[in-house]
């Protein structure tokens, strides 16, 4: 299947019905906060809706792996991703929100009766990615003063002979609040 908007069938309306759907989401690129993700290979997923009486329950998980700039040294950090997928939908008429829920966490099936798995896909990789991405947990950066990736060893940079005793180069622009009295 390689649609990810699925039109639900007739016989998912009636309580305790479950169908099971699978595919796989060719996405080349997406952004995380301040990161750009890519995607070599599609990301594999499976989903079940089930009636659950008055509304649709969507849950499954997606696989596959993605690769973006370290944080620290902007080499290729990849992850592997293993997520979740999870969606409540009501169908209109029949149900009502479940007392235990926020309004936010979940949605009403469309009229057209056609659910769009892509933005539950997409959420349930977000939530496995890191807040930082690392290439790895000890990763040393670059210097910053030439650039040099410091996993690679060490540079050839010498300490600016500008840098007074306490290590702070006058020339900084942020060198003015070391006079700051504070209280």
Do not use: H
């Amino acid at each position: 299947m390689d649609s990810l908007v699925i039109e639900i069938p007739a016989e998912l309306f009636a309580p305790a019905e479950s169908s099971s759907y699978a595919g796989e989401l060719a996405i080349s690129s997406f952004e995380f906060g301040p990161d750009e993700y890519r995607a070599a290979r599609p990301l594999s997923w499976n989903a079940s809706i089930t009636n659950v009486g008055g509304a649709l329950l969507v849950s499954g998980t997606v696989k596959g792996q993605v690769t973006t700039a370290c944080a620290r040294c902007l080499e290729d950090a990849t992850f592997d991703v293993e997520g979740e997928i999870e969606g409540y939908f009501l169908i209109e008429g029949e149900g009502e929100a479940p007392d235990d829920m926020e309004e936010d966490e979940f949605d009403v099936l469309p009229e057209d009766n056609k659910l769009d798995l892509e933005p539950l896909i997409l959420a349930a990789v977000y939530v496995e990615l890191p807040l930082i991405p690392l290439c790895r947990e000890d990763c040393k950066g670059i210097c910053p003063t030439c650039g040099a990736n410091l996993n690679e060893g060490p540079c050839d940079c010498v300490p600016d002979a500008s840098d007074e005793d306490d290590g702070i180069n006058p020339n900084n622009p942020f060198a003015a609040l070391k006079g700051l009295k504070l209280d």
